[in-house]
């Protein structure tokens, strides 16, 4: 059904999380194995108490992701959606994922509510610098201030601008698509509810069961993203 909806939909929205970027190696949270919080406490590594009062493991953990998003790049699920932007088909996503992959794969309407790993500010001034500073031991501003990723830590307020245009966004949306995520984390598991609450359908694309399934129009399961988009864009 859902190729048949994304047709006759005039307002998509799509939500995506960590599953979005795995075919492009990069690991999620919660998938069993490979999932980085099977391996580390978020709250005490990824938190502004980790930034505060732990900030040697804090940039370690942080230097370690950079050098590994450096190592990926967007794949062809990422690009479907940009082009499918350009063409109409999608008006937005909305994007728990710090990996910039859909601005960098030519998606523009996008919300990024978690930030963007590819950027790091100062703690005291703001100064914002590429993350490629951490590859380099660069740590410092030149201000004196540590230098720490523009991601929004555990115990964070997401930014305002990202909220705003998610909850407007949803309240539009006539196909509501989720794309990996376990949809685990608040606020960004609410939309998928304002969409429906407004009438839109909603669709879970995701290789596990969440626990919002009971309220999607479809799931999808044990299937991967990468291929889902390539099967729906052949019939476009
Ligand atoms: N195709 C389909 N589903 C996939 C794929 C894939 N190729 N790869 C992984 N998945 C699914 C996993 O089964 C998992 O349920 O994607 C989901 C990703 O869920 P999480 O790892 O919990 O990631 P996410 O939902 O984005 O986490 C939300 O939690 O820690 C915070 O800030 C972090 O943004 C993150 C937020």
């Known amino acids: 059904m859902l190729g048949k909806w994304l047709k006759e939909s005039k307002y998509t ?6 599953g979005m970027s795995t075919e492009s190696g990069l690991p999620d949270f919660r998938s069993a194995g490979n999932g980085m919080w099977n391996k580390k406490d978020p709250g005490k590594i990824a938190s502004t108490e980790a930034l505060n009062y732990n900030v040697n493991e804090f940039i370690e953990f942080y230097r370690h992701r950079v050098t590994g998003l450096k190592e990926c790049k967007p794949h062809k699920g990422h690009y479907i959606l940009a082009n499918w932007e350009k063409r109409g088909i999608l008006q937005s996503i909305i994007t728990q994922n710090v990996d910039g992959f859909h601005g960098l794969a030519g998606s523009r309407n996008i919300a990024e509510l978690h930030g963007n790993l590819q950027t790091l500010h100062c703690q005291v001034c ?6 490629e500073e951490y590859l380099h031991d660069h740590y410092e501003c030149t201000c004196g201030g ?5 991601i929004v830590l555990f115990g964070e307020m997401l930014p305002d601008q990202a909220l705003d245009f998610a909850a407007e966004e949803s309240e539009k949306a006539e196909l509501f698509i989720v794309l990996g995520s376990s949809l ?11 969409a429906k609450q407004i009438g839109a359908k909603l669709v879970i694309v995701n290789m596990e069961p969440t626990d919002f399934d009971i309220y ?3 799931v999808i399961h044990n299937r991967k993203i990468g291929e889902v988009l390539e099967e729906l864009d052949r019939v476009f």
């Not at 929205?13 to 960590?18: D, H, M, N, P, S």
């Not at 540590?146 to 523009?150: A, G, N, Q, Y």
């Not at 685990?184 to 304002?194: D, E, K, R």
Request: glycine letters at 4%.
């Open 13 to 18: 929205v799509i939500l995506t999380g960590a």
């Open 184 to 194: 685990t984390v608040t606020p960004a598991n609410q939309f998928p509810l304002i």
């Open 216 to 218: 999607a129009d479809e």
């Open 146 to 150: 540590v230098l720490r990723p523009s």
């Open 126 to 131: 703001k100064k914002e610098y590429p993350s």
